[in-house]
């Protein structure tokens, strides 16, 4: 029986794109409303902005505007070019390297920017909204999104990270 192909698949020198019309649609949408984020906030004035983009110098705030001043528009202006790779490519059926990492990085990017709005933590047991909570489609896109990265980084090449095993308490033959 032939391995099942995940939506992104090593082919030569790129990677073959297999995704849904919706699932691209989405990821356009997406990139429009993070767009505009980009384009009209500051870390000062949305949480999602300062996970984007948090401060370098935490406890020195002269370090971190000396820092942020060296940089300029630079960060914010890489994000938009992914941005716009992704959008541009979003109907492809094959991307390059290049583009992948593009769409990796907004990938994490839009996680981030929901993981934020939904509150989510890092607590293995919280399965996020009721199920009848108006939130709970947000949290799905951002379930669908943390899947698509895995996808990415797998055939990027990332290594896969084992889960360690927990010793329980009685297994030391003690």
Same mark, same amino acid.
């Given at each position: 029986?032939?391995?099942?192909?995940?939506?992104?698949?090593?082919?030569?020198?790129?990677?073959?794109?297999?995704?849904?019309?919706?699932?691209?649609?989405?990821?356009?949408?997406?990139?429009?409303?993070?767009?505009?984020?980009?384009?009209?906030?500051?870390?000062?004035?949305?949480?999602?902005?300062?996970?984007?983009?948090?401060?370098?110098?935490?406890?020195?705030?002269?370090?971190? !505007?000396?820092? =942020?001043?060296? %940089?300029?528009?630079?960060?914010?202006?890489?994000?938009?070019?992914? &941005? $716009?790779?992704? @959008?541009?490519?979003?109907?492809?059926?094959?991307?390059?390297?290049?583009?992948?990492?593009?769409?990796?990085?907004?990938?994490?990017?839009?996680?981030?920017?929901?993981?934020?709005?939904?509150?989510?933590?890092?607590?293995?047991?919280?399965?996020?909204?009721?199920?009848?909570?108006?939130?709970?489609?947000?949290?799905?896109?951002? !379930?669908?999104? =943390?899947?698509? %990265?895995?996808?990415?980084?797998?055939?990027?090449?990332?290594?896969? &990270? $084992?889960?360690? @095993?927990?010793?329980?308490?009685?297994?030391?033959?003690?």
């Amino acid at each position: 029986m032939p391995e099942e192909r995940g939506p992104f698949s090593k082919e030569g020198a790129g990677y073959a794109v297999d995704l849904g019309e919706g699932a691209r649609d989405l990821l356009v949408e997406l990139c429009r409303q993070s767009r505009l984020l980009l384009e009209h906030e500051d870390p000062s004035s949305d949480p999602a902005m300062d996970r984007l983009f948090p401060p370098a110098y935490p406890d020195d705030p002269l370090a971190d !505007l000396e820092f =942020g001043s060296a %940089l300029g528009d630079t960060p914010k202006n890489d994000k938009l070019a992914a &941005i $716009e790779t992704v @959008e541009r490519t979003a109907n492809a059926e094959h991307l390059t390297e290049e583009e992948l990492l593009a769409w990796i990085g907004v990938v994490n990017d839009l996680r981030l920017i929901l993981g934020t709005r939904l509150e989510v933590t890092d607590d293995p047991d919280d399965e996020g909204p009721a199920l009848d909570d108006p939130s709970r489609e947000a949290y799905e896109v951002y !379930l669908f999104l =943390g899947m698509l %990265l895995q996808e990415m980084l797998g055939e990027a090449g990332a290594p896969e &990270i $084992e889960e360690p @095993e927990i010793e329980e308490p009685g297994d030391r033959g003690t």
